[in-house]
């Protein structure tokens, strides 16, 4: 009789601790990493996840804010962020948003999106097109936020299972403005151990990611350079100092800083996209203006070409008479620094995208003389950025980026958010395997 009484309660704490089982085997956990990148593609390819993130793109695309305007777009990023019960701080850098899913403890990782638009008219013509004359989402920002609230979705639903913090950076003023560097003196990398960001690609397929360790986009830099001469008659030029010709030589001469005095192994460009001067056919003008863009793939080369194109005008200048002012932040535009990827976090890409897609979808992509403001990130903390492929040969042709007839295959949505949320929580989990066992003792509390 006395026995019979066991029988229940053993059923009970049979019951209790197979529940316990279930509850011990949450959907990030250490053991399972490799499945981790699959389960997320998954799980954001789910029409709820995936509708989602439609829903937001296209609110988006369809009201375009300019750098530091971005004030709809954050305000919608908060609305969604508040739904989902995620705490951030705001505002950051006018308009920027930094969210906090997990323990709100260290190590902390970050995921970032750009939020702006560009000035320029939509020439698609669909459903959800710019209803604001003269802006658009031509280079895919708008899918960068759809993705970053998606892998908070995502993350949220799992965000017991984190050890430590993942960040979710939504920044303004990519384009242009540099937002990317005010989050950064603001103060937002404090203690924060990595930071990832993406960019939509119409060069590769869906499906497919492209980067490449070390360098992969340049730094930039603009000049605006006043020639100063004597203005007078064309046709007694004995009486003047000609800023035409002087220009012209300017002009010539700096396009030898590449080709004669850098290292044809060391990627440079020195553009000079602007020459203003003179209005008629009878007279020589008393200035012209000339202005450009330098790239460079390192920061010595970049200083190099900065002096360099500084002595040359000027002396340049004085050998025709004329004086040069030169002003390397034309229109407050900022020098941006090389975007750097970090050769562990290259590592750690490899990893969680082949689990994901297959090794056979991760491309090396070109270094381009193209600037990206994540570079701000990449020269403080170890950073990593890289391209998700968006092309379907059968959807027709994507313009590229900056186009007004760019356009966004949101078949591409899944695999952002899906990417963003592994690599940083991945990224958690290998650090604490990294760390002392200073756990070791936590089951035997049960
Ligand atoms: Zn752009
Ligand atoms: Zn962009």
Redesign the pocket.
Known sequence: MGSFKWVPLLLNLCMLLSSKLILSDPFLNKQGLADIPSKFLNLAKRPEIHEYMVNIRRALHENPELGFEEFDTSKLIRNELDKMGIPYKYPIAVTGVVGYIGSGNPPFVAIRADMDA?SMQEAVEWEHKSRVPGKMH??G?DAHVAMLLGAAKMLQEHRNDLEGTIMLVFQPA??GGGGAKKMRDAGILANVDAIFGLHVSTLFPIGVVATRPGPVLAGSGFFEAIISGKGGHAAIPQHTIDPILASSNIIVSLQHLVSREADPLDSQVVTVAKFQGGHAFNVIPDSVTIGGTFRAFSKESFIQLKQRIEEVITLQAGVQRCNATINFDPDEKLFYPVTVNDKDLHEHFQNVAGHMLGKENIKEVTPTMGSEDFSFFTETIPGYFYFVGMVNETQGRLES??SPYFRVNEDVLPYGAALHASLASTYLLDYHSQMPKQKASFHDEL
């Open positions: 560009l031509a280079c920002h990519e384009e980026g900056h």
